[in-house]
């Protein structure tokens, strides 16, 4: 089947539901210049230990943590939205999807314009202390790196001394989800006729549990993302094929 004959038919499932659920993972920004996790050659994983993001490696040595934040933030900072963003958001929009749900930290699906984003692994862009709950932007927390400050520590809550760690809001391993994010999702999941997974492998749990959901009510699945998934043979329609690629095909196909 050839690549284009996919985007048409991908094109008729959007055009025939109109109630599209999208569920993103980290293929669909690794065009914006932030690297995946997974992918082999260019994954995270293979240059950092991934110990560094769980609670148990964040809380016995933070500064591994910063050391490795330090190094990403000009990545992160310095990224924009590309082609698979604009067109979600261009979709959303004009009442083609529902909305966004999206494994990603990077925060490029509200700054392409989605109004309607669950974010399921919560975000970079902003840090908490772990006492107190006091939030900072996440800028601030990395001037405060570069000044020498690793880890960072919450000076005062409302005038009282605090002194707790300060942790990006992103979900670590061995967090649970954030409440509302999931359980809005997994209504979502319920409701729609059709989702559509761009560049995520479905590989983390329990967030890769919810195509099944979706498919469990009913739902037609495509998936569009580069590897294999545990998802493809239950799949309507599998794309291998890079998110961009795939996005500014589509975009004639649905006259946007």
């Known amino acids: 089947m050839s690549l284009e004959y996919q985007i048409k038919e991908l094109s008729d499932l959007i ?12 293929g669909i920004s690794t065009e914006s210049g932030i690297p995946d996790y997974r992918s082999p050659g260019s994954g995270a994983w293979e240059k950092y230990d991934s ?21 990403m933030y000009p990545i992160r900072a310095s990224a924009k939205p590309n082609a698979a963003h604009m067109i979600l958001a261009k979709m959303e929009k004009v009442g083609l999807i529902e909305g966004v749900i999206t494994q990603n930290v990077d925060g490029l699906h509200l700054t392409a ?3 309607n984003v669950h974010e399921l692994h919560g975000s970079i862009r902003q840090a908490s202390c772990l006492e107190c709950g006091q939030v900072f932007t996440m800028d601030e927390i990395i001037k405060r790196v570069k000044e020498g400050e690793n880890p960072p520590i919450c000076k005062d809550f409302e005038g009282q001394p605090c002194n707790g760690l300060i942790k990006p809001t992103a979900v670590f391993f061995g967090e649970g989800l954030p409440t509302r994010p999931w359980t809005s999702s997994v209504d ?20 890769n549990s919810l195509p099944d959901v979706a498919l469990k009510t009913g739902s ?18 599998k794309i291998q094929d890079r998110a961009v690629h795939v996005a500014e095909l589509l975009e004639s196909f649905l006259n946007l």
Do not use: W
């Open 15 to 26: 055009l025939k539901h109109k109630n599209s659920i999208v569920f993103t993972g980290a």
């Open 51 to 71: 110990s560094i993001v769980s609670i148990p490696g964040f809380l016995q040595d933070p500064t591994q943590y910063y050391d490795y934040a330090l190094e």
């Open 188 to 207: 979502k999941c319920k409701e729609t006729s059709l989702m559509i997974v761009v560049g995520s492998s479905l590989q983390v749990s329990p967030a």
């Open 220 to 237: 037609d699945l495509a998936i569009i993302d580069l590897l294999d998934t545990p998802f493809d043979s239950r799949a309507n329609l």
């Open 113 to 115: 314009g989605n109004t």
